[in-house]
């Protein structure tokens, strides 16, 4: 019983990184149906800078999230309004979208690979070995103090999201893109505003990843396989959804990770997006999209 | 001068060709029009026009002698004109006094965006009831009320109002239309796409029948209504006339 508790507790922490990690990507889904693909790669963009600015400069990777989110937040922009703005409306816009995040996931990773070589790296402040003791159960410090940022970190996007101007403008254009126009939404601007956001969030993701896991330019694929099983059976689109996926995978990855042995841990994602496809393609908390 | 006045535009959906071809309208201040004309003939597309949804090819539009052409949806939502759309377009997991806020987007001023979503709850006592509900909650009726409440949020002079009565049961289409009777009442110039013809322009004072792409033939609403080409091209009397021979 203590041992369960104990991988519940590893579970559930885990799941509260994950949440921030999969936010992001189910933002950008919700506002512009845009897949995007190269998430986890921003997400690896970030964790470099994180690194190099502990190893180099001796900042935090916990307070590092004051660099790495306004500076993804921007490319994230840039990127949008690069790229994205392009195809916006163009005959098979949807399928465009995935090529186009599929090849910028590529381009990110052929770039770090040439800078920053295939070296695993992580960054490693003092608490990311240190353990955390509440009463017979541990946790690595690091992981708690990642969690504790991460759902704050949600916390403050709900909060945007559910008070301020941008925020209701934003909602509206996930639930109903032409009505957000009828009411005078600059469509467009807040495309490119919800896509910076996305990219500030996968920027606190690395920053996040930077100590908790070891990365390498083409780890990224390895995570976006597991955040897009999050969020498809969250629901695509749902925040909600996506944290609801989040806890479940991350927990019951971790269950079967014990009871099973780790080598089948990983089979949990990819079990639940098959299950999810068969049995309820729009997720938890999806709705069905018109095709 | 008229109040809005639309010359001679040509508009169509991307590359596509054109749907109004060349279609003019003059639009006075305070009278109801009810535009009417078979599926396809660009009744929908002409509202999008106006309200800057889509750019004229050619042509123009100009409300009280400002060209809106070029003009982005928020700046002609700012000039006056409000736009409700067919599908009722309203945000489904928001509540009512959201999507209300919602058609205030535009207003910075908190206050006075709070100020107008209390006048829209007296005038819809339903909506003031049901304020916290999440939109998808209300029935079809209510949906169409709070669509139409959205559009008064910033208190238009020109309102544009397409197929309110689309998909509702008689007795409810009837208290729609009793409300846009109230809008013109209060002074709004009311434009109403309606696929029920005779209902449309029983409550308008002109009426427009648009064809392919431009305006066929109009004039006032009761001479419409009891136009002989009229009842037998868009009102269905040909139908009635076979049903009595039938009978």
Redesign the interface.
């Known amino acids: 019983m203590n041992q369960f508790v104990q991988v519940l507790l590893f579970g559930v922490t885990l799941g509260g990184v994950y949440a921030l990690m999969a936010s992001g990507l189910t933002l950008v889904f919700g506002v512009m149906r845009i897949v995007n693909i190269a998430h986890a790669a921003f997400m690896i963009i970030a964790a470099y800078i994180a690194f190099f600015a502990f190893d180099l400069y001796h900042i935090d990777p916990i307070i590092s999230v004051l660099i790495t989110m306004p500076v993804m937040f921007f490319m994230g922009m840039a990127v949008y309004w690069l790229f994205f703005s392009r195809i916006k409306?163009a005959k098979r816009a949807g399928e465009l979208t995935v090529l186009l995040t599929f090849a910028l996931a590529l381009i990110v990773e052929g770039l770090l690979g040439y800078f920053f070589t295939n070296v695993y790296r992580s960054a490693g402040p003092s608490y990311a070995t240190e353990a955390l003791y509440f009463g017979r159960f541990f946790l690595s410090a690091g992981q708690f103090y990642a969690t504790l940022l991460s759902i704050a970190l949600i916390v403050l996007l709900w909060a945007f999201l559910k008070y301020s101007?941008i925020g209701?403008?934003i909602?509206?254009s996930m639930?109903?893109l032409?009505?957000?126009?009828?009411?005078?939404?600059?469509v467009e601007r807040i495309s490119m505003i919800a896509f910076g956001i996305g990219m500030a969030l996968a920027g606190a993701s690395g920053s996040m990843m930077s100590f908790l896991f070891t990365f390498y330019p083409a780890k990224h694929w390895e995570w976006i396989a597991i955040l897009l099983a999050l969020i498809v059976l969250g629901g695509m689109g749902s925040l909600g959804g996506a944290l609801a996926g989040a806890f479940i995978l991350a927990i019951s990855s971790n269950l079967i990770g014990y009871y099973f042995g780790p080598t089948w841990s990983p089979i949990t994602f990819f079990l639940a997006l098959f299950v999810v496809l068969l049995v309820r393609p729009q997720g938890l908390f999806g709705k069905k999209l018109e095709a | 001068m008229a109040l809005l006045e639309i010359d001679n535009i040509k508009v169509g959906y991307g590359g596509g060709p054109n749907i109004l071809n060349g279609l003019s309208m003059t639009i006075e201040r305070g009278k109801t029009y009810c535009i009417i004309g078979p599926n396809g003939a660009g009744k929908s597309t002409l509202l999008r026009a106006i309200c800057g949804l889509l750019h004229p090819r050619e042509g123009s539009v100009t409300f009280k002698g400002e060209v809106l052409n070029k003009l982005r949806t928020d700046e002609i939502l700012n000039r006056g004109i409000s736009f409700v759309p067919q599908d009722r377009s309203l945000f489904p997991d928001m509540t009512v006094k959201e999507n209300l806020r919602m058609g205030g987007y535009i207003l910075k001023n908190r206050k006075q965006l709070e100020d107008r979503i209390k006048e829209v709850l007296v005038k819809f006592p339903i909506l003031n009831e049901r304020s916290s509900q999440p939109a998808k909650t209300l029935s079809g009726g209510q949906q169409q009320m709070l669509a139409i409440g959205r559009a008064l949020v910033l208190r238009p002079e020109v309102i544009m109002l397409d197929e309110p009565s689309l998909g509702l049961a008689p007795k409810i289409a009837q208290s729609i239309f009793d409300n846009i009777a109230q809008l013109k009442d209060a002074g709004m110039t009311v434009i109403l796409v309606e696929q029920n013809a005779r209902k449309g322009l029983e409550c308008a004072d002109w009426g427009c029948v648009l064809d392919l792409g431009v305006n066929r033939f109009e004039g006032a609403a009761d001479t419409i209504l009891h136009d002989p080409r009229i009842q037998e091209l868009y009102l269905g009397k040909q139908y009635q006339n076979r049903q009595e021979k039938a009978a």
Request: aromatic share 6%; glycine share 12%.
């Open positions: 409306g101007r209701y403008a909602r509206a639930q109903n032409s009505a957000a126009q009828v009411v005078g939404v600059n």
